[in-house]
């Protein structure tokens, strides 16, 4: 094969390797261990090694439960030079989930912690296909092959990563299943390359920054781009509770210049830094995603970054990522105070490797592209995009398949992101929500976003969400909210009343008239911000008998 062709997504960190051996790579401030790009490499050189000799090869599906820890680095980096293909599972998804995924994945080998082991075990994961067991930070009574054996077996030189091509699968990435079952995208060795050289392109991150990740998955790329991965210690299934020093602490210490965080995580150092006044110094970019983050929100945030900082706020999801981004300063100038007129949430331009098109909104599949359904601007519809960086198809999901995907008789596949917006004159993307999310009365249909942007603006609401209760066509729509302190039965009419005058002010939300005060929204386990809707739907529907 010419090495031209060649597309392994391992190369990133071998190439920084030799550019800066010395360089910490991933630092983990609480275990106070470091591992230089040198090292890294090495390690998950030795640990390729030490797989490819107990049969892990390259294709085979390996289910990876390991939490962020250097060995997580290491092994992520070793399976990707085998040309092997990790599984990963969010822990936070259920057992039913994990189950089931694990099912559908169908890994002949399974590398996890203790624990993960015993649940293998107990609950049958994997039971007809899992072949080969490696145990990480245990020994063989957990029924693997313990990590430092594998170790132990590996090279002191260089070893040789498989020649992938960029179509060749390099891992499988569950969804959330904040949305439905989670489903497991194929990522290809290309689709990471172009996610990488995306990144780098729009954010400008340059080999020798420090990152400070509070999401495992992102933390990954930090190597391939070059960076120091900072890791603090907290509990990434619940980065909404994030223990503001465990942020502050480390951001100064390693003089850390970027920053990922969801919005229910920025939320929180957020108001921490107003009320303690603390600040962040080095800090020059800050990306979060997961859901929307108000205008509010990046507000107070930016307040405790240096001047020249900027907040980015990418769209995207796990089959496709990132698609559009858009600044702090954009939003808070302009769009924000739009958002809380109803025009929804301006996601921004799409980045330069996607195609991005706004179909109209149905539920049923679409077998072939055809460029007469593309609407016109302002109309809302279904995001559709197509690019290097997002995944075609799902694994062993046939049906998800038909559903998302749009085949493109040019070439290509297109993919249905699930969300409604639209595009401005300007050809930024506006985001309106959920197309499941949508609520059709038998007079109109609104859209989850610019109903609770409206809603939001009033000063005791934390958060709202629109849901629909009875079937789709006759639905009523209900208002859930959440405040931000809890509230006695006269203060809560009160926001009632205030919130009905609010809401008479405009068309699409004038027509609203059942509130609902809710103690506390169910979200998604990832990044603690995605509402689940579905089950608000459900406790509204109960709250109305």
């Not at 040789?160 to 290809?188: M, N, Q």
């Not at 706004?358 to 302002?378: A, G, H, R, S, Y």
């Not at 694994?395 to 070439?411: F, H, Q, S, V, Y």
Request: charged share 20%; glycine share 8%; aromatic share 8%.
């Amino acid at each position: 094969m010419n090495s031209s062709e060649i597309v392994n997504i391992s190369r990133p960190l071998s190439e920084m390797a030799k550019i800066q051996p010395n360089t910490a790579a991933i630092i983990f401030p609480q275990e106070k261990r470091t591992m230089t790009f040198r090292e890294l490499d090495q390690e998950s050189d030795r640990l390729a090694d030490g797989l490819c000799r107990i049969g892990i090869m390259r294709g085979m599906r390996v289910a990876l439960l390991v939490p962020p820890s250097p060995e997580l680095f290491a092994l992520t980096f070793a399976l990707f030079k085998t040309g092997a293909v990790p599984v990963f599972i969010d822990p936070g998804i259920g057992v039913g989930n994990m189950k089931s995924c694990l099912a559908e994945a169908e890994p002949e080998a399974f590398i996890g912690i203790p624990k993960a082991h015993l649940a293998r075990r107990l609950l049958g994961w994997g039971r007809k296909n899992i072949r080969i067991t490696v145990v990480v930070g245990g020994g063989s009574f957990w029924g693997g092959i313990p990590l430092n054996k594998l170790r132990n077996h590996g090279l002191a030189v260089s070893f040789t990563a498989a020649e992938t091509r960029g179509d060749d699968v390099a891992a499988i990435l569950f969804t959330s299943g904040s949305t439905g079952p989670p489903k497991g995208a194929i990522y290809t060795h290309g689709t990471f390359t172009a996610q990488v050289d995306t990144l780098k392109e729009i954010y400008d991150i340059r080999p020798g920054e420090i990152d400070l990740p509070t999401f495992p998955l992102f933390a990954l790329f930090a190597p391939a781009l070059g960076m120091t991965a900072v890791i603090p210690e907290m509990d990434f299934t619940r980065p909404g509770n994030v223990e503001p020093e465990s942020i502050f602490g480390p951001a100064a210490e390693f003089s850390a210049t970027t920053m990922f965080g969801s919005p229910a995580l920025l939320n929180r150092i957020g108001r921490y830094g107003e009320t303690n006044n603390c600040k962040f110094s080095t800090i020059k970019r800050v990306i979060s995603a997961g859901a929307p983050v108000p205008a509010s929100v990046l507000k107070r945030f930016a307040a405790i970054l240096p001047e020249d900082a900027e907040i980015f706020t990418p769209y995207g999801a796990t089959e496709a990522l990132p698609v559009c981004s858009i600044s702090s300063r954009e939003i808070l100038a302009e769009t924000g105070a739009m958002t809380g007129e109803g025009y929804g949430v301006c996601i921004g331009q799409p980045v330069s490797s996607i195609t991005l098109a706004i179909i109209p909104v149905i539920d049923t599949q679409i077998e072939e592209w055809n460029e007469k359904m593309i609407l016109p601007f302002w109309e809302v519809g279904e995001i559709a995009v197509r690019g290097p960086q997002v995944s075609s198809s799902y694994l062993n999901r046939p049906e998800a398949n038909r559903m998302a995907k749009i085949t493109d008789p040019d070439g290509g596949v297109w993919h249905r992101m699930g969300d409604v917006g639209y595009r401005d004159n300007s050809g930024r993307i506006w985001f309106c929500g959920r197309k499941a999310h949508r609520v059709v009365t038998s007079r109109e249909t609104l859209f989850t976003i610019p109903v609770e942007g409206i809603f939001n603006t009033h000063p005791s609401v934390l958060r709202t969400a629109l849901v629909g209760v009875g079937m789709l066509g006759s639905q009523r729509p209900v208002l859930c909210v959440e405040l931000e302190t809890k509230s006695d039965k006269a203060a809560q009419e009160q926001i009632r009343n205030d919130l009905l005058k609010l809401g008479n002010r405009f068309p699409h939300t004038k027509n609203i008239r059942e509130i609902l005060f809710h103690p506390a929204f169910p979200v998604d386990i990832r990044h603690n911000a995605k509402i689940f809707r579905e089950k608000l739907a459900v406790w509204a529907a109960d709250k109305l008998k």
